[in-house]
């Protein structure tokens, strides 16, 4: 399985940016994919993951009520919207994919494949 991110940059606080993860390699119904970052000293941490079979989300409570993930299984991608962000969401995006389990477990326990990162900084 392989894992592409992309769209990740500089944006103003209060901006937008939206990224995007494409799948290659398998099958994707059975999996859930979704998006990590990490910032500069601190420890990895998941953001938000769906289930590309039903639609399922899970999303930190950071990130609740500002980012939106979804996406188009005709292309295996998986976006991940982010709206109104802040300077404290500056990081290395990461997507993960992971086969047969739910998106509380992607988003917590971390998943099989990895994409490359993608950064995103928020500042003014």
């Known amino acids: 399985v392989q894992l592409v991110a992309s769209g990740g940059g500089l944006v103003q606080p209060g901006g937008s940016l939206r990224l995007s993860c494409t799948a290659s390699?398998?099958?994707?119904?059975?999996?859930?994919i979704g998006w990590f970052r990490q910032a500069p000293g601190k420890e990895r941490e998941g953001v938000s993951c769906i289930s590309m079979s039903d639609g399922a989300s899970y999303y930190a409570d950071s990130v609740k009520g500002r980012f939106a993930i979804s996406k188009d299984f005709s292309k295996n991608t998986v976006y991940l919207q982010m709206n109104n962000l802040k300077p404290e969401d500056t990081a290395v995006y990461y997507c993960?994919?992971?086969?047969?389990?739910?998106?509380?477990?992607?988003?917590?326990?971390?998943?099989?494949?990895w994409g490359q990162g993608t950064q995103v900084t928020v500042s003014s």
């Open positions: 390699g398998d099958t994707f119904d059975a999996y859930a």
């Open positions: 993960t994919a992971g086969r047969d389990t739910t998106v509380q477990a992607l988003c917590i326990r971390e998943g099989d494949f």
